[in-house]
């Protein structure tokens, strides 16, 4: 795959690009000039500043968005327009109005997307959505996902992820893997409700908790927080008949480990522990993005297609309106 | 203590008074003669159907509520009047108002009080507290507690536990458990919202979180259920530099597990595993009210005092406001 970057103000930009290490990187653009010209020299690329010239390059096939989640629908739609298939940084846009524009565009032309929820390349998620579409633990009544890490505590995010019309804090960032688990596991969402507090005074919310209710009566929280050294993950869904908890990170030295407990299963009666380096990990969405890009004839990933990244920008939405304005004040 | 049971109506009942075996049942009324009578020959007890009459005899020193929560205002405020200290099955009474006249009544009376949180016998909460106290985890940034049960899915729940005029579904019932030991962990509320869903068409919300922030910023989630087998309550603390969770239920053979990790406390560097069992349980709320009846110098337990039960209703007030009308619907 020969592709351009687009930005390199994502603290994920390397870790990612690292994984595709035989794929092309023509171009670097970026607005901000010293930062580009530092990425276009580490991937031995070349820096351009004008972002029409980059994508009017019919060698260029593919465009890695790493940019502000505000630059997003300006430069998905930029690439729509020049044929470019698409690699975006989740999520997608912070509102509906514009994820719908960018889905319009991208149904009207030939384009590949991935939007990249690196969550899902853990063995352990598959294996629970397995377990849950097989019965196991009969129907699910509640899923609570943990993510967190110190980025605020310890001040160690770039200062832009304390600019509003860069970002949108935690929910928005960290919190996409848990909001797009949710639906992941409990099909369709009905209602949001959130609650968000901020740590300090950087700006921005920095620690959050998303309930939402699905048509089958489910219900799932994420929490999701900055300001925590509490990095390993957590996942517990909870079924009618059962129950099954996810503790670690798939790429952590020690991994993940995995309780399952069953009253319809024999052998899971009594709670069972599963190594999760026994479970195949996933490979990651810009590993898969590289592969649609190279093989047109192969389906598009639903854990990464357009509808689930739709269905995140609305829980987003919905999350960042409840906090604001459906919350009820002691005061 | 010398006491009168008013209704048999509460599940908890015959568990709660076995507690206190040395203690004499003078009266049960009951606004079901039946049951009234049947409990009456189980606690050695008279029956009685005229409940002015119990409250008239200077013999009856305490009342133990396990009426329906809609019957509690009527109940304590005429208990008040006689002068009866008052043991109340939680949760103290459905609205704000109606807990408010409560407060107000029993503080310009003598009379002792005890809301029944059953959940804060366990010796393993009682050391999360002393542990958040003593800073081993840095300050808190997340609580998440799960208390759940069958009683719906397997329908072993009493009739009356579906009758709206009665109570108030598994939020108000079970989930008093989590929404005490929030503010018990966390300090003072400032926001709620909550999500519930209803599985089946037998009446009354029956799957159900809470979300709640405080003024430290910290935000805690209380999720309870009456649609699963999975009894095992869970409780996790998160802080800025470490966590604390606790697996299990103080009163079930396997006792309750703690994992507990800290960046701040050099014993707990590691992951470390302390069996619940080695901490010492609480005596049971019928047994603290006992012992405050017995001795008017022994000063209230704040877990169960006027305070922390006002506190709860206020929570269960919002959770259903926040519920019923602040939820944004997909549709």
């Known amino acids: 795959m020969k592709y351009a970057l687009l930005t390199d103000w994502h603290v994920h930009t390397e870790g990612f690009l690292s994984k595709i290490p035989t794929d092309d990187c023509l171009y670097v653009w970026d607005f901000n000039r010293a930062r580009g010209e530092q990425a276009a020299k580490k991937y031995n690329a070349r820096y351009e500043e ?24 300006e430069l998905i739609l930029a690439a729509i327009a020049h044929g470019k298939h698409l690699f975006v940084d989740k999520p997608l846009a912070p509102t509906m109005t514009e994820a719908l524009e960018i889905k319009a565009a991208l149904e009207a032309s030939s384009c590949r997307f991935v939007l990249s929820l690196e969550s899902f390349i853990s063995g352990s998620y598959r294996f629970v959505k397995d377990q849950i579409e097989a019965g196991t633990i009969g129907d699910v009544v509640s899923v609570y996902f943990r993510r967190a890490h110190g980025g605020v505590l310890h001040d160690w995010l770039p200062a832009d992820w304390y600019d509003e019309t860069q970002m949108g804090g935690v929910t928005l960032d960290l919190g996409c893997h848990g909001l797009a688990m949710l639906p992941y596991l409990c099909g369709k969402p009905t209602k949001v409700n959130a609650v968000m507090t901020q740590f300090g005074e950087k700006g921005m919310e920095n620690n959050s908790t998303t309930v939402v209710s699905f048509e089958n009566n489910a219900i799932g929280t994420a929490y999701t927080s900055f300001m925590t050294t509490v990095g ?3 996942l517990e869904v909870i079924g009618q008949h059962g129950s099954i908890q996810v503790f670690g990170n798939p790429d952590s030295p020690t991994g993940e480990s995995i309780w399952i407990q069953s009253d319809l299963v024999e052998a899971y009666h009594e709670k069972t522990v599963i190594d999760g380096k026994t479970l195949a990990q996933q490979p990651y969405p810009i590993e898969v993005f590289s592969a649609l890009v190279d093989d047109p004839t192969l389906p598009s990933v639903k854990e990464y297609d357009i509808d689930a990244a739709v269905e995140l920008t609305w829980l987003i939405e919905q999350a960042y309106r409840s906090a604001n304005e459906a919350s009820i004040n002691k005061a």
């Open 232 to 234: 390993e993950n957590f």
């Open 50 to 73: 004008n972002l029409e010239k980059v994508l009017a390059d019919p060698a260029v096939e593919a465009v890695v968005i790493e940019a502000p989640t505000t630059m997003h629908t």
